[in-house]
């Protein structure tokens, strides 16, 4: 079946540093999936941070960027500058082009961003 | 206006009592899915719907039942609650445009 892999568990990473999250993902089907990284601040659910439905594409919101690497089946996230309020947990997930339309997730990656 | 709405935001469950998760939509979208997430992992599906007066299994639906009476409702029952089944739900609605919204989480606790 479908997996996605986020390697880092937990970051941390100190206010106005860079900031990078690994993804990279295996799908069954014959096509490229869509991609998404959703992000859960506390005590809120789950929000659509960004997507790309498109191999060799970039997605960006909010200082966040990942872009499709069909070939090395990555979805990286990065940001240049992060800040306090970027503290959260981020998730990688995809979807395939089928009838159920569902998503399958990552373990999610803490971020905490230190003043 | 919250799109996605689950109700009891926390429930505490006896083991072997029945348990009702609700979800109801205002998007207007086909698919409705549940998913539960357990401390430390992704969210995983459980069941999940297209059309109303019918459900379909995900990934882990043993132990779960789920129904879909309208378009706008979608509920997750647990007829006989178990310790393992202590987690976070979510309902999320979506498209066939991969557009999905996520409602706020059930926290649920079985003793």
């Known amino acids: 079946g479908d997996s996605v892999t986020q390697t880092e568990g937990q970051v941390t990473v100190s206010e106005s540093k860079s900031l990078i999250i690994n993804c990279t993902y295996s799908a069954t089907s014959i096509g490229y999936p869509n991609l998404f990284w959703y992000v859960r601040y506390p005590g809120e659910g789950l929000q659509l941070l960004l997507k790309v439905i498109t191999a060799g594409q970039k997605g960006s919101s909010r200082g966040f960027e990942a872009t499709y690497n069909k070939e090395a089946t990555s979805f990286h996230l990065q940001k240049a500058s992060v800040q306090e309020s970027d503290s959260a947990v981020y998730y990688c997930?995809?979807?395939?082009?089928?009838?159920?339309?569902?998503?399958?997730f990552g373990d999610g990656t803490v971020l905490t961003v230190k003043p | 206006e919250a799109a996605v709405t689950q109700s009891p935001r926390s429930k505490v469950a006896v083991t072997g009592g029945k348990v009702t998760l609700s979800c109801h939509q205002t998007n207007n979208h086909d698919y409705m899915y549940w998913y539960r997430q357990d401390t430390g992992h992704g969210l995983r599906l459980i069941h999940y719907?297209?059309?109303?007066?019918?459900?379909e299994k995900g990934d882990i639906p043993d132990g779960y039942k789920a129904s879909r009476p309208s378009q706008e409702n979608f509920s997750l029952i647990l007829e006989l609650a178990s310790l393992s089944q202590t987690a976070v739900y979510f309902c999320a609605t979506g498209t066939t445009n991969s557009d999905y919204t996520f409602g706020s989480g059930t926290r649920l606790l079985v003793i």
């Open positions: 997930a995809l979807s395939e082009n089928t009838n159920t339309g569902k998503l399958t």
């Open positions: 719907s297209y059309v109303a007066d019918s459900t």
